[in-house]
């Protein structure tokens, strides 16, 4: 991960016609700008033990997670303050 790229533009002109129901519990877009709504994002859930905010919520987090192809962004809550997970070594 090189970190999260910045939005290189915003075009206010190119608003996409996005339905997202009053009470949302999510960001409104990820990390990279895409609209998140339903149908646009994937929810799963994360056991972690690691964040006391986690120990405190069933011992995980809910995960929300951009399905614009390509897109990696994905937002945790409560928010994810563990240690960074470590890569497996081969
Ligand atoms: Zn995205
Ligand atoms: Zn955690």
Known sequence: MS?????SKTCSDSV???QRPANWPY???CHYGHEWAPGRVSVGWMTCSDCEAARANDNGHRW???RNKGCLSIWYDPPYTG????????
């Open 64 to 66: 929300v997670s951009c």
């Open 16 to 18: 996409m016609d996005v």
């Open 83 to 90: 240690p960074t997970p470590q890569l497996r070594q081969v």
């Open 3 to 7: 970190g999260l790229a910045p939005l």
């Open 27 to 29: 960001p409104a877009r």
